[in-house]
């Protein structure tokens, strides 16, 4: 199981937490750098939103299309996940089993997830947690 869990600075800590209670191990992230921002960050006017890759076993797995690690959009930024992830994701697992949290619309090919993260459907018998995320810098 491969994991894209959306986390704005202010609660990366928050997201590397989840992952590592729902035993995954952190592989490695994209960056959403939004042209639009519609709020700020806590010390910043935050334009980005990390993206962490996260798999249920220490060894990633392969990947059919590896894409740059900054992605850039114009859609206004907000709750939902741009087009342009949704697609950079499917482009890297085409075949994989894809889900989203609190989806704002359908998108063929996904299964919505209403229940939130306190009941990951994703996990499938992980060998225990992976290594807490590394915030400072």
């Not at 191990?25 to 980005?48: E, I, M, Y």
Request: proline share 9%.
């Amino acid at each position: 199981t491969v994991v894209f869990l959306l986390a704005p600075p202010a609660h990366l800590r928050t997201a590397c937490d989840a992952l590592v209670n729902w035993g995954f191990f952190l592989q490695d992230n994209l960056v959403w750098a939004k042209c639009n921002p519609s709020r700020t960050g806590l010390f910043s006017r935050a334009r980005h939103e990390h993206i962490l890759i996260a798999t249920n076993v220490p060894i990633p797995h392969e990947v059919a299309s590896i894409p740059d690690s900054v992605i850039t959009t114009d859609e206004a930024a907000g709750t939902h996940l741009p087009q342009a992830i949704y697609a950079v994701i499917e482009k890297m697992f085409p075949s994989a089993r894809r889900a989203v949290f609190f989806p704002v619309e359908q998108r063929e090919g996904w299964t919505s997830l209403e229940n939130g993260i306190d009941n990951p459907p994703l996990s499938d018998g992980a060998s225990g947690p992976g290594p807490q995320c590394d915030t400072k810098e």
